[in-house]
Structures are given as structure tokens and as C-alpha cells.
């Protein structure tokens, strides 16, 4: 409990329990990683384009290569998927997967959170990609 008032020489004033707060974290800690933060931000913001662009183009080359390994070969999607895999694609364009539709013959590639196509396959045409969707 404090004292208040005089004090005398070998009186001790001290402050209430629950009177400061927690220790709080030092503020150049705190601005370092704001600063942190906020250069990752902008170098995400700054590179999303290009991103977002080979996304686009790994996915519809997924979607394209998938379809006619799925419908002309007539072999499994897993094993499509594999050679994907293998395809060499460098990057975020690494990263696709392949969904079928098998009611309407269609494969679709996508990168997780950032792109996907379609690739549909007709008897008369073929596999053929999807119209583009910006």
C-alpha cells in the first residue's frame, strides 16, 4: 500500500498494485516490424501483376496439356497431374492443379488464390481453351 504525505528517512513510497500496465514491448521493436510489414506489402503489391500473369498462362497451359492427356489419351487425371509436374514450369506456374468436369469434358488448371482456366474438349475440335477471363 503507498504512503502519502511526509516521508520520512526510511519511508518507502510505492505505487498501488494494478496501477502501470504490462510492460509494453519497446517501441523500436514495434516499428521494426511495422516496417517489416509494410516493405513486404508493397513488394507483394508491386510484384502481384506478374504473379497474377504467370499464374494465368501456367493454368491454361495445366488446363490445355490436362485435357488432351484426360479426353485424347484417356489416361487418369493423377497421371496428368504428373506430368505436370515434370513439365518444367518454373515459378508460381509450378504450382497448378487439374479439376475435371466430367460431364461436360472439361479440365480446369488453377494456382491457388490467384488464377484458373478451363480447357474444354468437343469431338470435332478437340481440347480449346476457355475464352480468357480478366
Known amino acids: 500500500m503507498a504512503t502519502a504525505g511526509k516521508s520520512g528517512a526510511g519511508d518507502k513510497v510505492t505505487a498501488p ?4 500496465p504490462a510492460r509494453q514491448p519497446s517501441r523500436w521493436k ?9 516493405a513486404l ?12 500473369e504467370e499464374a494465368l498462362v501456367g493454368a491454361a497451359y495445366g488446363a490445355r496439356v490436362g485435357c488432351v492427356c484426360r479426353f485424347v489419351s484417356q ?5 496428368c497431374e504428373g506430368d505436370l509436374k515434370v513439365a518444367g514450369l ?31 474438349y468437343r469431338e470435332d475440335r478437340g481440347c480449346q481453351l476457355e475464352p480468357w477471363q480478366d
Open 90 to 120: 518454373s515459378g508460381v506456374a509450378g504450382m497448378v492443379s487439374l479439376s475435371e468436369d466430367a460431364t461436360t469434358q472439361t479440365i480446369t488448371g488453377s494456382v491457388p488464390l490467384l488464377a484458373s482456366q478451363s480447357a474444354g
Open 41 to 52: 506489402g508493397g513488394s507483394l503489391a508491386f510484384a502481384w501483376q506478374a504473379l497474377r
Open 30 to 38: 514495434r516499428n521494426l516490424v511495422v516496417l517489416a510489414l509494410l
Open 75 to 79: 489416361r487418369s487425371i493423377a497421371a
Open 17 to 20: 498494485e494494478g496501477m502501470y
